[in-house]
């Protein structure tokens, strides 16, 4: 199965996971911010360190859900952020490890 037709809920996913193998750069990870708890699993499980937990901008955090806005205050604001977006080699390890679904592979927008 392709790494951007994953659904990050879908259980099976995780045991279908390849090797983290694929050439850095083509997929970049994109973090829901409507989702994200800033609870770190992803940057735990990268090996890429293409993640780093940091608070979310007065800009930001304007374009959140009230949903979105009442989490991200519950957490003061922590959240992930892609900071080497070009280290990512798509292997889906973040997808399975967010305890929020707050992440998808999709096409490197960012180089
Ligand atoms: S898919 Fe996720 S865990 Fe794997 S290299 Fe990319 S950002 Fe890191």
Same mark, same amino acid.
């Given at each position: 199965?392709?790494?951007?037709?994953?659904?990050?809920?879908?259980?099976?996913?995780?045991?279908?996971?390849?090797?983290?193998?694929?050439?850095?750069?083509?997929?970049?990870?994109?973090?829901?911010?409507?989702?994200?708890?800033?609870?770190?699993?992803?940057?735990?499980?990268?090996?890429?360190?293409?993640?780093?937990?940091?608070?979310?901008?007065?800009?930001?955090?304007?374009?959140?859900? %009230?949903?979105?806005?009442?989490?991200? %205050?519950?957490?003061?604001?922590?959240?992930?952020?892609?900071?080497?977006?070009?280290?990512?080699?798509?292997?889906?390890?973040?997808?399975?490890?967010?305890?929020?679904?707050?992440?998808?592979?999709?096409?490197?927008?960012?180089?």
């Amino acid at each position: 199965m392709d790494p951007l037709d994953r659904d990050p809920s879908d259980a099976a996913t995780a045991s279908a996971r390849p090797a983290c193998t694929g050439a850095a750069g083509k997929v970049a990870p994109y973090i829901d911010r409507n989702r994200c708890e800033g609870k770190a699993a992803c940057v735990q499980v990268c090996p890429y360190g293409v993640f780093e937990i940091g608070t979310l901008g007065r800009d930001e955090r304007a374009t959140l859900s %009230l949903r979105g806005r009442l989490k991200a %205050l519950a957490h003061r604001h922590r959240q992930a952020f892609v900071v080497r977006a070009d280290e990512c080699h798509a292997c889906g390890l973040c997808v399975d490890a967010c305890p929020e679904a707050a992440i998808r592979l999709a096409p490197n927008t960012r180089r």
